[in-house]
């Protein structure tokens, strides 16, 4: 585990995003009407993302545990696309960042869905996870959902 006690307590935070694809829109359908013999899918998995975000430390081998300020998960539907894109937010004001927390917090969420689901949609795909934003700390704010500029 690497040592963080010299380290300066600062606020930070990170945002994580993957999607969720139906291979149907009648998959999509029912997700949205609340209609799912599981119950409220987005409620459900939103939660499970909570969860999943306090409980990193314990999935993550040599991950610091983290004294968490705010979390937040957000899901967009693309009806479109038959997908929903889901976003995790994570703040604390400490030693080391969250980035893992708010990674886990949405692949938990993409995950609870798929679980909910996979009685009427063996096809659905999860992809694109990634860490979007981060704040704080030494290595400063990175933005990886905006262009880099050139300067």
Do not use: W
């Not at 009407?33 to 499970?48: M, Y």
């Not at 705010?70 to 967009?76: C, Q, R, T």
């Not at 937010?89 to 990674?103: N, Q």
């Amino acid at each position: 585990m690497v040592a963080i006690h010299e380290k300066e307590v600062t606020h930070r935070s990170a945002v994580a995003e993957g999607v969720i694809k139906f291979s149907n829109s009648e998959s999509m359908k029912l997700l949205l009407l609340e209609s799912n013999k599981k119950g409220d899918v987005i409620s459900i998995a939103r939660i499970a993302g909570i969860m999943a975000v306090k409980k990193t430390a314990e999935l993550i081998p040599l991950c610091h545990p983290i004294s968490i300020t705010g979390i937040k998960v957000d899901m967009v539907h693309n009806e479109k696309e038959n997908s929903v894109k889901v976003t995790c937010e994570v703040h604390c004001d400490g030693k080391t960042g969250v980035e893992m927390e708010a990674l886990t917090g949405a692949t938990v969420t993409l995950l609870t869905v798929y679980d909910m689901c996979k009685a009427v949609d063996k096809m659905m795909t999860i992809s694109d996870c990634r860490v979007v934003k981060k704040s704080g700390g030494k290595s400063g704010d990175i933005d990886v959902s905006q262009p880099p500029s050139t300067k």
